[in-house]
C-alpha cells in the first residue's frame, strides 16, 4: 500500500524542533514518507552536536516519485541558510529562510496535491512582525482564506478551539460575531465527521465571567446565545454559553468532544494543565490540514537534547493512517 508522503517545515532554525524531530524518527517507525524542508548544513551539524546519526536524502522541489521512498534516510528538501553557530538566538537573519521554506511547502503541496503538512515553530515576533497574528493566520492568507480557518487544538480525549487567535485582549470582544461562530462550529463538526465519522458534542463559552456583564447588552445576550439557538436550529450538537471557570470541571469534561472558547488562553490554559504537551494544534479550513506541534521554539532548550518529542509524535501519527 502506497502512504502519501506527510510534509515538513522546520520552521524557525534557532529552535528545539530538528532536536525533537530526530528523536521521533529514532523513536518509530511511520509508514508515511517523510520529507523535510529545512537546511542540509543546519540539519547536519545540529545531528553531529546532538549525537544522532542519519543519512540523507536530497530530493528537489519537482520531485514525484513518492512510492520509492522509505524513511531509512532523511529525506530532505534544502534550503539554503547561513549561520555561524547551529545553535544561536532568535533574530531576523532568518526570516528569509522560513519564507523560502513555507513557499516551497505551498508550491510542492499544490504542484502534487498533498494533504499533510506539519511545521516547526516560528518566532512570531521576529518572523510575523505583527504583519499577521500567527501562522494559522499567515497560511490563511497564503492560501486566500482569510476569516475561514480555525484552530483546533486536539487530543483524543478533548479538544479546544478559541475563536480568536493571537489577539490582544483588548481587542477580543471586537472580533466575535455570529457569523465566526457558525463558522468555527462548522468547520469542527465537518472535520470530526470526515476523520472520525462522528458528530461532535460542541460547548461553547462566555466571553465575560460567569457569562454575565454588568453593561446593558452583552456579549453572550448579543452575540453568542443568538449563535448558539442558530446552531442549533440548524442541528449542529452545541451546549452553551458556559462560565469559562467551571466547564472545564471532570464532570463536564466528560459530555464534550470539543469546547470553544472566545480567546487563546480562555481555553488554551486549562488545556495545557490537563494534558500537557499531549496535543496538537490543528488548522482546519485550508486547502489541506496543517498541523503543528504544540510547542513554541523553547530556545532556553537548545542544543540541550532534553525537549520531549511527544507532541511531533503525535502530529506525525495522526497523518500515518
Not at 455570529?178 to 468555527?184: D, E, T
Amino acid at each position: 500500500m502506497n502512504y502519501k508522503p506527510i510534509l515538513i517545515v522546520a520552521g524557525e532554525p534557532n529552535s528545539v524542533f530538528l532536536e525533537i524531530f530526530f528523536k521521533s524518527i529514532q523513536a518509530h517507525h511511520y509508514k508515511s514518507p517523510l520529507i523535510i524542508i529545512a537546511s542540509k548544513n543546519l540539519l547536519e551539524q545540529q545531528m553531529k552536536k546532538l549525537g544522532f546519526f542519519f543519512e540523507i536524502n536530497i530530493i528537489n522541489q519537482n520531485f514525484k516519485k513518492f512510492n520509492l521512498l522509505d524513511n531509512k534516510k532523511i529525506n530532505l528538501i534544502n534550503v539554503q541558510y547561513k549561520f555561524k553557530n547551529c545553535f544561536e538566538k532568535i533574530s531576523s537573519k532568518s526570516n528569509d529562510y522560513i519564507k523560502n521554506s513555507f513557499e516551497i511547502a505551498l508550491k510542492f503541496i499544490k504542484l502534487n496535491k498533498l494533504s499533510k503538512f506539519i511545521n516547526g515553530p516560528i518566532s512570531k515576533k521576529s518572523f510575523l512582525k505583527g504583519k499577521t497574528l500567527g501562522i494559522t493566520e499567515y497560511l490563511a492568507k497564503k492560501t486566500k482564506k482569510n476569516n475561514e480557518v480555525a484552530m483546533l487544538i486536539f487530543n483524543n480525549k478533548l479538544s479546544v478551539s478559541p475563536l480568536t487567535t493571537h489577539l490582544a485582549l483588548k481587542d477580543v470582544h471586537k472580533q466575535i460575531s455570529k457569523k465566526k461562530i457558525y463558522w468555527h462550529v462548522k468547520l469542527i463538526t465537518e472535520f470530526y465527521k470526515k476523520k472520525f465519522n462522528k458528530k461532535p458534542k460542541i460547548a461553547i463559552t462566555g466571553l465575560n465571567p460567569h457569562c454575565e456583564s454588568n453593561f446593558k447588552n452583552s456579549e453572550e445576550k448579543l452575540i453568542i446565545i443568538p449563535a448558539i439557538i442558530k446552531l442549533r436550529l440548524k442541528k449542529f450538537n452545541v451546549n452553551g454559553p458556559f462560565p469559562a471557570d467551571t466547564i472545564f470541571i471532570k464532570e463536564h469534561l466528560k459530555k464534550f468532544d470539543v469546547i470553544i472558547g472566545m480567546y487563546h488562553d480562555q481555553v488554551l490554559s486549562p488545556m495545557k494543565a490537563l494534558f500537557n504537551f499531549n496535543a496538537i494544534n490543528i488548522t482546519l479550513g485550508l486547502p489541506f490540514t496543517r498541523i503543528s506541534p504544540d510547542h513554541g521554539p523553547n530556545t532556553s532548550m537548545l542544543g540541550k537534547n532534553l525537549s520531549d518529542p511527544k507532541s511531533l509524535i503525535t502530529a506525525i501519527k495522526f497523518f500515518d493512517k
